[in-house]
Antibody, heavy 116, light 110 residues
Framework: EVQLLESGGGLVQPGGSLRLSCAAS????????LSWVRQAPGRGLEWVSS????????YYADSVQGRFTISRDNSKNMLYLQMNSLRAEDTAVYYC?????????WGQGTLVTVSS | QSALTQAASVSGSPGQSITISCTGT?????????VSWYQQHPGKAPKLMIY???NRPSGVSNRFSGSKSGNTVSLTISGLQAEDEADYYC??????????FGGGTKVTVL
């Protein structure tokens, strides 16, 4: 069974940092590009960042460029998102996914709340 | 990184067909066939309904179909059912190697 399981969310103060993780199983992890997608409370889906299958190419939304870093460990089937200088507007549920749909599975997401 | 344009809401009666449109730019929807559609019920994770414009994952009802014309992609739901009431999002790959989502369309079954 294909699974993506996010973790690492929580409450953090503005300016703080968090590292999200996504554990993958049920497919050949190293063959697929993956992304982080977020959804603020009551809002739509927003693409955050993507990484190529081998990890050599990374892409970011303007809203997180310079603050977030995506990475992956293909030996552990893990995807990560390091989030620094967090702002209130980063509050959202964060999902890892293959947006194109080649991996038909989204986890339940992990909630990040940025508040003092 | 402009969002794709979707109507805020679409409604239909049970058994009817409805179409949700998603309009992008020449650097996104028009240039690539990497467009996917997601269904999201309240409090739930998004569910893939269509990928690569018109392909349906296994397990998704054949009442759902996708198409593209120029800068616009569409999701058609035929034989509308109460369980189809949800938010629907389109997503497109872009020439900048990024992804962009539509703002979402709320489908109401009357």
């Amino acid at each position: 069974e294909v699974q993506l399981l996010e973790s690492g969310g929580g409450l953090v103060q503005p300016g703080g940092s968090l590292r999200l993780s996504c554990a993958a199983s049920g497919f050949t992890f190293s063959s697929y590009a993956l992304s982080w997608v977020r959804q603020a409370p009551g809002r739509g889906l927003e693409w955050v960042s993507s990484i190529s299958d081998a990890g050599g190419r990374t892409y970011y939304a303007d809203s997180v460029q310079g603050r977030f870093t995506i990475s992956r460990d293909n030996s552990k089937n893990m995807l990560y998102l390091q989030m620094n200088s967090l702002r209130a507007e980063d509050t959202a549920v964060y999902y890892c996914a293959n947006i194109r749909g080649l991996i038909d599975s989204w986890g339940q997401g992990t909630l990040v709340t940025v508040s003092s | 990184q402009s969002a794709l344009t979707q109507a805020a809401s679409v409604s239909g009666s049970p058994g009817q067909s409805i179409t949700i449109s998603c309009t992008g730019t020449s650097s996104g929807v028009h240039a690539y066939n990497y467009v996917s559609w997601y269904q999201q019920h309240p409090g739930k994770a998004p569910k893939l309904m269509i990928y690569d414009v018109s392909n349906r994952p296994s397990g998704v009802s054949n009442r759902f179909s996708g198409s593209k014309s120029g800068n616009t992609v569409s999701l058609t739901i035929s034989g509308l059912q109460a369980e189809d009431e949800a938010d629907y999002y389109c997503a497109s790959y872009t020439s900048s190697r990024t992804w962009v989502f539509g703002g979402g369309t709320k489908v109401t079954v009357l």
